[in-house]
Nanobody, 116 residues
Framework: QVQLKESGGGLVQPGDSLKLSCRASGITVVSSHMSWFRQPPGKEREFVARIGPGGSGTSYVDSVKGRFTISRSRTENTLYLQMNNLEPEDTGTYYC?????????WGQGTQVTVSS
């Protein structure tokens, strides 16, 4: 069974940094097509960042390019999202995602609030 568990969210001020983690079981993170999504309060879930299996590349939504970095650890079987220079518009629940055996699998989410 596929299980994803996000952590690392919190309350920060504009300009601060935060690193989210997604611990996975049932799949191998470095061999999988994995993504981060977020859902702002009162809005629909949106794509944030993606990393392909093996040596394939990364992609980001325009609003986070240059500020966010998606990465992963083979030894920890964990996906990461490094978020720098956070803005109030980055506020939302962040979800880890993997496309595996023809289906999307989601974690429970971790809350990120950026406020002064």
């Amino acid at each position: 069974q596929v299980q994803l568990k996000e952590s690392g969210g919190g309350l920060v001020q504009p300009g601060d940094s935060l690193k989210l983690s997604c611990r996975a079981s049932g799949i191998t993170v470095v061999s999988s097509h994995m993504s981060w999504f977020r859902q702002p309060p009162g809005k629909e879930r949106e794509f944030v960042a993606r990393i392909g299996p093996g040596g394939s590349g990364t992609s980001y939504v325009d609003s986070v390019k240059g500020r966010f970095t998606i990465s992963r650890s083979r030894t920890e079987n964990t996906l990461y999202l490094q978020m720098n220079n956070l803005e109030p518009e980055d506020t939302g629940t962040y979800y880890c995602n993997v496309f595996y055996q023809g289906n999307q699998h989601w974690g429970q989410g971790t809350q990120v609030t950026v406020s002064s």
